[in-house]
């Protein structure tokens, strides 16, 4: 069986409603603190392949880091927004739920429903 993984900052109003329906559905799934264990460049490359977005799309915009490094006034590349995303953890909108070879961010926690 395929495992699910749930990308996540626990803390997390969001993450602990994507935890309740997984869990409401019966669904047995991996949590994986992404603050604890960081994502590595080819990891967060590959969920953002799987979830068929970009960078930038991951950026979460209300993040301190977002403001201080002028996102939305500098012009910077997709690959310096992913080296922004592994450095700062922060910076990744949260959560991101993976099953095989689809992933999900799940904003708002319904999109997880995609995934089945």
């Not at 409401?24 to 603190?33: A, Q, V």
């Not at 460049?41 to 991951?58: F, G, Q, S, Y």
């Not at 700062?88 to 959560?95: D, H, I, M, T």
């Amino acid at each position: 069986m395929v495992e699910i993984n749930i990308y996540e900052k626990p803390t997390c109003t969001t993450c602990k409603k994507a935890v309740t329906l997984l869990k409401e559905k019966g669904i047995e799934f991996n949590r994986i603190n992404y603050f604890i264990e960081p994502f590595t460049k080819d990891k967060l490359t590959d969920l953002l392949e799987k979830m068929n977005i970009t960078p930038t799309e991951l950026l979460r915009k209300n993040d301190k880091a977002y403001k201080e490094l002028d996102f939305k006034n500098t012009k910077y590349s997709e690959e310096e927004v992913l080296n922004y995303l592994v450095e700062n953890p922060n910076l990744v909108q949260r959560p991101i739920v993976e099953l095989g070879d689809k992933a999900v961010l799940a904003r708002p926690v319904e999109k997880i429903n995609d995934l089945f």
